[in-house]
């Protein structure tokens, strides 16, 4: 459904996106995880025709994004990280004009049904500045759902929000992988990666550095980690493969050990020497 090949994007000295090839299945939800400034957004912009990749070449439904830029925008939806809605016109406000923008057929009964869907039919006369961070987001999931895309792009779609609100969230991602559509979502999130994603491309400074489902990825690196405090008192955690490998190593430290699964925290560690959050924010 969609084929990045070789794009790169620089502003000024900085590369943003260096030399990216991947390819999304049609309706898998595809995780790009790093942390700010690995690339991610950047890569949402180039894939939604909001910018030109310097060189490379990238496709959606064999569309040629950069060749057609307005064909793309038909087939796809997108929820930005910011959040963009008219805050002093309501939820039903909203979805009409975006609707009348878009040129979508049946509009009042097509967001009678994304309302519905969205868990909204009672927030419709709502003004959206009145609305919590989650509904507001459940709004914009509406708007973006309106004109029925092949494609959703969700750039840090949980980003603010609660972990009760956040759930719900996902609730509603995979509701609408069920309908058939492929989601791209971009986080920073360990656990919204591993949740929701049936594949994920881990980027670190504009470069694919891990590609593979949740499981595949920290089977590579190894299942187990072992934590423990060292005299220094600084926190040391160590990849094993197998958990007998975990106790042998468990066994020779006295106190204040704890063995547990692996996270794709962990196969970032392994793989780059740096945590995703402690990566400052650049792109």
């Not at 494609?151 to 609730?171: A, K, T």
């Not at 990825?217 to 955690?237: I, N």
């Not at 160590?238 to 066994?251: F, L, P, T, V």
Request: aromatic share 4%.
């Amino acid at each position: 459904m969609i084929r990045i090949e070789s794009i790169s994007k620089s502003y000024g000295k900085v590369k943003a996106v260096d030399s990216l090839s991947f390819e999304i299945k049609k309706g898998e939800i595809f995780g790009l995880l790093g942390p700010n400034g690995a690339g991610k957004t950047t890569t949402v912009k180039i894939l939604t025709t909001l910018t030109k990749p310097d060189k490379g070449a990238c496709y959606i439904d064999e569309i040629d994004i950069i060749q057609n830029p307005i064909e793309i925008k038909k087939i796809i939806g997108v929820v930005p990280q910011e959040n963009n809605l008219e805050r002093e016109l309501t939820v039903y406000e909203n979805l009409l004009i975006y609707g009348m923008l878009h040129k979508v057929k049946n509009l009042k009964s097509r967001i009678d049904e994304v309302l519905s869907a969205m868990g909204l039919q009672d927030k419709k006369n709502s003004v959206v500045s009145t609305l919590s961070g989650g509904l507001q987001r459940r709004t914009l999931l509406a708007r973006a759902l309106l004109p029925q895309p092949k494609v959703l792009f969700l750039d840090e779609p949980s980003i603010g929000l609660d972990p009760h609100i956040r759930r719900e969230l996902w609730q509603i991602i995979r509701k609408i992988k069920s309908e058939g559509r492929t989601v791209l979502l971009t986080t920073h999130y360990i656990e919204e990666a591993e949740t929701l994603c049936d594949r994920v491309g881990i980027l670190s400074h504009g470069k694919l550095i891990a590609l593979g489902t949740p499981s595949e990825l920290k089977k590579d690196v190894g299942e187990y980690v072992v934590e423990f405090t060292d005299k220094d008192g600084r926190l040391v955690s160590q990849i094993c493969h197998s958990r007998e490998q975990a106790y042998e190593i468990a066994k020779q430290r006295s106190d204040g050990v704890m063995i547990r699964k692996s996270n794709l925290e962990d196969v970032f560690v392994k793989l780059t020497g740096e945590r995703i959050k402690e990566i400052k924010e650049g792109q």
